[in-house]
């Protein structure tokens, strides 16, 4: 219901898109996340956007690097990002939510889950 994709392999300091596309419930209702994975690392919290787009939220070191916007007339969600270097190599998920703002940080509040892309950053 959630597919990811636009990962790859980039070199430091490019910009890579991810794209989001939902399917399968009302994608417009839920507000929707992006959580990276780095190999041997846990699963964690990268930006939200609420439901209409009208609010973003972002864990603080990714701040001002990272754009997370949505287009409900496409069912789609997308994470623009910049500067991107070696310690951003991961593996990048979608999830769908209804949790309230203090929980979107959270992995387990989120119900719908895309199978994931990858980002490689090389220097």
């Known amino acids: 219901q959630l597919q990811a994709s636009g990962g790859g392999l980039v070199q430091a300091g490019d910009s890579l898109r991810l794209s989001c596309a939902a399917s399968?419930?009302?994608?417009?209702?839920?507000?929707m996340g992006w959580f990276r994975q780095a190999p041997g690392k846990e699963r964690e919290f990268v930006a939200a956007i609420s439901e209409s787009g009208g609010s973003t939220y972002y864990t603080d070191s990714l701040k001002g690097r990272f754009t997370v916007s949505r287009d409900n007339a496409k069912n789609a969600v997308y994470l623009q990002m910049n500067s991107l270097n070696p310690e951003d190599t991961a593996v990048y998920y979608c999830a769908a939510t209804r949790t309230v703002i203090t929980g979107l940080q959270n992995r387990n509040n989120y119900r719908y889950w895309g199978q994931g892309t990858l980002v490689t950053v090389s220097s």
């Open positions: 399968g419930f009302t994608f417009s209702t839920y507000r």
